[in-house]
């Protein structure tokens, strides 16, 4: 397993589209609306394997998985600098949340997510981040079903697109793990947010221990306890411990950029810097200036 994220970091990372141009009106993170396609040549320049796209409310009516024309113009663009796009980040769904809302917009709700389950199984993007934090977190057992209700109604359209479900929680991870286990289907994993995390408190054994064979996809990140997100290795993730929990758990998923911003007009150096750190964790190293050992 250790060999397996070495060779990962030898071929690159991903990263969570916008991080590679300055962020548009005064937003941390949205579908860079006037740069995506700068952004996807720019990810290539730093040797990135590729995107995972941010398909949300701020970008609707410029992101080109919206119209048949611009998914071609996409595929294109990927395949001259010779990137993917991993998943999909549908953060439309922290703009309007499924939860707590009228069963009319639920099911329109519901409606648009299945058009994105198809989208992505025409682009041949293999999983949609789903996320249940900040404006759209579970917020109570009634809630936490009226999700599972909702996920079991579009799991036939992620089967017949062949695109897994990614769900990003706040959940602690006893009450996530009761989530998961009413949702025993192969394409319902848990995206691991190791920021988040971090800023709520949990601990990598605990989360992996309640759910770690059902981890498909990892976010790098590091935030302070209770605080926002700083740059790798300043913060209070425990990143000995989470590369531990993926050897023990054998996670053999992707890693995906979702580090903090450095300063505007500075954002591929920075992100090619972020990504040599991240690269050398997987390898085994702390990220932090004397680089001792983890393995």
Known sequence: MADFLSAYAEGGLYTMQGR????????????????WRLEIERAAQIGLRGIEWIYDLYGEGANPIETEEGRQELLCLLKEHEIAVVSVCADYFMDRPLLRTSAGERAALLERLEWLLAVCGELGVGR??????????????????EVIKALRQVLPSAERHAVELHLET??????????????EHP????????????????????????????V???????????????????????FRSLREQLIKYDYRGDFVLQVARGEPGDEPRWLAEMASLAAQWLRGFALNDDKRALS
Do not use: C, M, W
């Open 20 to 35: 590679l141009s300055a962020p548009e009106a005064g937003r941390f993170q949205s579908f860079p609306r006037r740069h």
């Open 216 to 238: 498909g996809s990892v976010h790098i990140k590091d935030r302070q306890h209770g605080g926002s997100t700083v740059e790798l290795g300043q913060g209070d993730t425990d």
């Open 128 to 145: 949609v981040v789903l996320p249940f934090v900040d404006a759209s977190s579970i917020r109570s057992d009634a809630e936490r079903a």
């Open 170 to 183: 706040d959940l602690a991870p006893d009450t996530f793990q009761r989530l998961l286990s009413a949702l």
């Open 187 to 214: 394409l319902v994993r848990v995206n691991y947010d190791a920021g988040n995390s971090a800023s709520l408190g949990y601990l990598p054994a605990d989360e992996f221990a309640a759910y770690g064979s059902r």
